[in-house]
Each structure stands twice: as C-alpha cells, then as structure tokens.
C-alpha cells in the first residue's frame, strides 16, 4: 500500500534551508509564516502518530511502508495481526455474553441468583441467571460494532487514504492566502491537540467505570459453573481488556471522523473569506469548491457507513442507562450500591458525549455548506472587487453554488441543523412524559 506520507515529502522537497519547526510556536513566530514548517509539523506531530494509531489498532498495517521494505516478513505480521485484534474483539464479545456483562451498566444478574444456580447444563436459558434480553444487550450491539471495525479495516486496507494528509495540506495553503481573524496556524493544531485529550480522558474515564464494575460484584460465569475462581478472574480480566481495545477503536473512528469534518468545515470558511476578500478569482474559486465537493463525498460514501453503526450503538446505550437510572434500577437485577449508580451515570455521559461529538461537527460542516452556497447571491448583489468580471462569470459562480449538493449524510440521510434540534426536542419531551407517567 502507498505511505500516505510521500505527497508530503514532494511538498516538502520544493522549499529547501528551512528547518524542521519543533513546536508550533516557533512556526508562527517566524518572520514569514513558513507553510512547509507548518506543514512538516501537522507531518510529524499529526498524521505520522494518527497513522501509527490506525496500525495499533488493526485498521490499517501494522507495520508500515518503511517497514515492509527492508523486512520480507512484514505482510505475513500484518496479516497475523489482524487476525488477532479480529479475535480479540469476538473473544470480548463472547465473554461479555458469558459473564451477563452490559455496556451500559455492568453486570446485570438477576438478584436471586447464586453459585449453585448457575446452569451446568449447556441447554439451559441464558435468561436463568442474567437479566434482559440477550439478542438486544449483546448480540445487536456486537453486530454493530464489528461491523464498523470490518469497514473500516477494508476502507483503509483496500484503498489508498490519503485524504487527511491531503486535506490539512489545502486547509492550510489556503490559510496562507487568506487574511482571516478567524484562522491561525495554531487553531488546528490545537484542535488536534484538545480531541486527542478528550479521546484519552474518555477512555481512561471508561476503563474507570469498568473497574468499579467489575471488582465490586461476585463473578459467574454462564455454562462453565466448574471454573477456579482464579480462572474466571482471568477470562474477566481478559474481558476488560477487550472491552477497553473496542471502545479506543470506536474512538479512533469517531475523532478520524470529527478531524474530517472540522478541516472541510475550516476550508469551506476559508473560500468564504477569500471570495470576500476578493482575493481570489471566481474560476479558481469554482475549481477549489469543486474540488471541496469531492472531498465531502469522500465523508459521506467512504468514512459516513463506519460511524452510522457507532451512533446507533452509543444513543442506544446511553438512553438505557439514563432510563435505569431515572427509574431506580432494575427490581429483578442484582443489588446496587450508590457506587454502582455513579458508575452507570458516568457511563451514560460518556455514551452520550461519544454521540454528541460527532453530530456536532455534522451540525457546523452542514451550516458551513449552506454558508458557501449562499456566497453566491453575494457577489451577485454586491460585486465589489469583481467589477472587471464579465457579467456571464458572475451568472455562472451564482449558478454553480445555488446548484451544489452539498450536505452531510448518516445513512444517505441529510442531516441538517433542523433535523438536530428536532430530535433533540423529541427526546427531551419523551424524556419527560415517560417520567412524568411511570410510577
């Protein structure tokens, strides 16, 4: 597969006698703002670690180009390991199913079950010893995740991405022949900086959550009453590890997703600002939204299909364990402790805020979109700095951008900033009547 990181050393070899910027501070105060440091440091702090984690986590090599190269054993190594954070995931899977555990609220026993009545017959209900439905708690969920982290591992495998490379480069060549207030060279390193925070604080946060739960409940473990204790320990162990690999993946694709949507969103305001400026031609700039355009495909057909599954799967267990906690708990599960109801709470907010990140960078790329459709009807109405344009110039940019298709797709389904608050009004109000209405 081609390294993603040979367009930035084409880029790069163009300029030579600037040194390599160490922190993005020195870059910004150069005399000149020095795109080719900016850019060797997006290269060296942003895309070459998002790679590295793409490899870590089996979506895409493990071990790169550079890699395969000099060592003839390297593709049997990718390939093996795929096959084991593959089975890693189904293993966790399997154990969650087992050990009656739940994402949304750990484990969820029934409160009369004991030792001895675990079934020691494999034809026995699932349904004796764990609460719920299983085809709901476990098996719709798992289906969904892996299904996004098989899409995901073909989409970067089978195709050539070098979209984000690509992208940060245009934002940022833009940026240099733009003079917005709105923009430094700061801002979307920054931004990557403060996602990658949030990503680990959410997974530590997670991990945390999971500890509680595990640790302060007695383990059983379905259909394998003769175990050791030790070695059910073990398989819970093992468990949490698995369960803690499937929520960094499901963070690695939701905030590859986010960054996509910020540097579109970033570089549509960008040709906003120049067309007003008046610092670009309107040929160039048709071509540079044309070419906008196909990036915003690249969302909505390529990476859009991976992170539908994820919000279904996060909403899902975020409204059940809000509706837990709001009723009480659960009168057939097993006995809680206010630790137990701190955790499940935590864990709601953190499903909850996993859905909203996403949909909120939808929200300001969608407003975004409409804003360069609507630039149009500007230069039309008001032409100033275009006065030597022909007449059928300024007809056609109007023509193009009234005529864009540009919106954000989930499920080939536009969503729009209406269509947000619509559902968020839903929810809040069914939230109410359903507690207004239960006992």
């Known amino acids: 597969m081609p390294n993603p990181l040979v367009n930035w ?27 080719s440091g900016v850019l060797s440091y997006c290269k060296e702090r942003i895309v070459y670690p998002y790679l590295r984690l793409l490899g870590i986590m089996g979506l895409k090599p493990f071990l790169m180009q550079s890699t395969t190269d000099t060592c003839k054993f390297a593709p049997v190594i990718n390939r093996i390991y795929i096959v084991f954070v593959t089975m890693m995931l189904i293993v966790g899977y399997f154990l969650q199913y087992f050990t009656c555990f739940r994402r949304d609220r750990g484990f969820a026993f029934k409160n009369d079950t004991e030792e001895s009545t675990v079934p020691r017959d ?61 923009f430094t060279q700061r801002k979307p390193v920054r931004t990557f900086q403060f996602l990658v925070i949030l990503s680990i604080t959410w997974i530590v946060l997670s991990c945390a959550c999971q500890l509680v739960q595990v640790t302060t409940h007695k383990t059983m473990i379905n259909y394998l009453p003769h175990l050791t204790l030790d070695a059910k320990h ?54 540079e939204i044309g070419e906008l355009s196909n990036l915003l495909k690249y969302l909505n057909n390529d990476l859009a299909p991976g992170l539908g599954p994820l919000l279904v799967l996060d909403s899902s267990l975020a409204i059940s364990g809000l509706l837990f906690l709001f009723n009480g708990g659960n009168p057939l599960q ?54 030597d344009t022909l007449q059928d110039d300024l007809d056609s940019f109007l023509l193009f951008v009234t005529s864009l298709q540009m919106e954000v797709n989930i499920f080939r389904i536009p969503i729009s900033t209406p269509i947000l608050s619509f559902i968020v009004i839903i929810f809040i109000f069914g939230l109410s009547t359903w507690g207004l209405v239960s006992d």
Not at 255 to 266: A, D, E, F, R, W
Not at 359 to 379: D, M
């Open 122 to 182: 494999p034809s026995v209900s699932w349904n004796r010893i764990c609460n719920g439905n299983s085809v709901y708690i476990h098996i719709l969920p798992n289906i969904l995740h892996l299904s996004s982290f098989l899409y995901m591992v073909f989409l970067y495998r089978l195709h050539d991405d070098e979209q984000l490379p690509n992208l940060i480069e245009r934002v940022f060549l833009q940026a240099a022949q733009t003079r917005a207030n709105f």
């Open 9 to 35: 050393s084409k880029t790069l070899s163009m300029v030579n006698g600037i040194s390599k910027m160490r922190n993005i501070h020195e870059v910004t105060e150069e005399g000149s703002r020095s795109i």
């Open 234 to 287: 073990c398989l819970v162990v093992l468990m949490t590890i698995s369960n803690s690999w499937q929520d960094v993946i499901q963070v690695t694709v939701i905030v590859s997703y986010c960054i996509h949507c910020y540097l579109l969103s970033t570089y549509l305001n960008l040709i906003h600002a120049r067309v007003q400026q008046h610092s670009i031609t309107l040929p160039d700039a048709i071509k």
């Open 334 to 387: 097993m006995r809680m402790y206010i630790w137990d109801y701190i955790s499940v709470g935590l864990t709601s907010l953190l499903w909850f805020s996993l859905f909203i990140l996403p949909v909120s960078q939808i929200a300001k790329l969608t407003s975004s979109c409409k804003r360069i459709q609507e630039i149009g009807h500007l230069v039309r109405l008001r032409p100033f700095g275009y006065q």
